[in-house]
């Protein structure tokens, strides 16, 4: 059974950092892309970063020069350090791998990031 479980959130002032993590079992995720999408209220779930199984990245406008997808194969665990955070990124993030062929797409619970002085 696969289980994607994020944690990290939190509240955090303008300007301040958090780092958040998803923890994979009964999966090797390092053999598939990864993502992590956010949901702000009234909002649709937008993509804001991948990482594919050679390592290459991809950043929404809005992530990119301050978040960093990353992962610890060896952990099982994929992580988005985020810097530099504004109000804008208060949201619900989840962490993703997509569906394949014979294979469904997964999703975390969600851990909550509230950006607010």
């Known amino acids: 059974q696969v289980q994607l479980v994020e944690s990290g959130g939190g509240l955090v002032q303008p300007g301040g950092s958090l780092r958040l993590s998803c923890a994979a079992s009964?999966?090797?995720?390092?053999?598939?892309?990864m993502a992590w999408y956010r949901q702000a209220p009234g909002k649709q779930r937008e993509l804001i970063a991948l990482?594919?199984?050679?390592?290459?990245?991809n950043y929404a406008v809005s992530a990119k020069g301050r978040f960093t997808i990353s992962t610890d194969n060896a952990k099982n665990t994929m992580y988005l350090q985020m810097n530099d955070l504004k109000p804008e990124d208060t949201a619900v993030y989840y962490c993703?791998?997509?569906?394949?062929?014979?294979?469904?797409?997964?999703w975390g619970q969600g851990t909550q990031v509230t950006v607010s002085s």
């Open positions: 993703h791998i997509p569906s394949g062929p014979g294979r469904r797409a997964y």
């Open positions: 009964g999966i090797i995720f390092s053999a598939y892309i």
């Open positions: 990482i594919t199984s050679t390592g290459n990245t």
